[in-house]
């Protein structure tokens, strides 16, 4: 199994400051599902209705088959003062110079077991006793400070280091128990929702920095006139419940800055960034954190998605605990051969800037109603969201690859909008 650092996972806590803007829930609102036959939020079933012949149709989670391996999701952010690197942990997880098991490492640092799965179809949702190997002098020791911006159950653990991105956390601490493929609590936390008015449910996004948001264009094209209202919930898991183990954080959106070259037609440059209406408080929980923007290709790799959408193509449910999947990322000369086969027909062209594929695996797909849910997969220990979930042929059927917004080719448009706009 991979071991990481502590280096790798611990993270810098932001200097708290007064967030107006920011709502900590401790008594959350259970979030509503569109009624059947109605819009799960944008435009996702006028737009599956007037496009089904040219077999474009909206994506959300299938998650038929559990998995994953490796470890799981994590937490970012940038302090000012101290010039360590510190994050909330739960209590007796942060490694110190007293706890080394190994007799050899004096100084507290070395590597985590930070969780571990069986194998690639199945969720292991126990934690496991960190242990210490004999780690590289160059490596920075680590020592607990005092828990007092962390929550109850938390403690916080420090390095010295800057911002890190896509990081993995500890599971939390006696979380629920998970079954039939379910994410586990806190295990993808940059996985935003979407809510429009009266909690009703729109569709899912991905956190990339402290005041960004981003999703599929489709999903808020209802909404970037202003005249509708448009609120972002992190942390979230359940949606049936009131409450989570630890506190959600909601906002609402400020600004909208769909891509100019979006189409709804085809959805080519289906992507869209959302400003928030404050700055996240970054480190303070494991639940809520950043995925990295990708800078390589992943083809060929296992990666994941997660969604609240239905678990059937048009009949399906939709999920009150967020389903999960791995899927194979497949080069676009495949995934467009494929494509031909459908009623799409052999004169289909792939789009390969806006576009990637993952899947083609039998039941493993994205599916209707989730539009904007990442697509992230890992690299160096760090995750990195390298597609949204944007239309399909049906759901998880053999050899016909789910089609994603391809992130990589919008990096440029989403950092110059976010420093510029």
Known sequence: MKRFTILEYLLLVAAVNTISALTVVERKVAFNFPEEGTPPGGNDLTRQATNISSGITSGVLTGVVPLQTGILPNIVNTGITSGQTCICVPTGRCVTSSTSTTGTSTDGSGQLDVRIVANANTVTTTTTTPSLTPAPSSLISVSITSPTTCQTGLE?????????????????????????????????????????????????????NSNHV??????????????????????????????????????????YFVHPNFNAANLRNDVALLRLSGTVSLGTTPTIATACLPQTSFNGNRCWVSGWGRNDFLSGAFQSIPKEVDVPIVDTTTCQNALRTTRLGSSFVLDPTSFICAGGELGKDACTGDGGSPLVCPLGGRWYVVGLVAWGIGCGANGIPGVYVNVASYNSWITTTIATA
């Open 156 to 208: 916080r653990c420090c390095a010295a280091g800057g911002y890190q991105c896509g990081l993995q956390y500890p599971p939390v601490a006696n979380a629920p128990a998970v079954t039939n493929n379910q994410a586990s609590y806190g295990e993808y936390p940059w996985q935003v929702v979407l809510l429009g008015p009266g909690d009703v449910y729109v569709g899912s996004g991905v956190l990339i």
């Open 214 to 255: 981003l999703t599929a264009a489709h999903k808020i094209s209802d909404y970037t006139s202003g005249s509708r209202s448009l609120k972002i919930r992190l942390g979230e898991w359940d949606a049936a419940s009131t409450s989570e183990p630890l506190p959600v954080q909601e906002f609402t959106v400020s600004r």
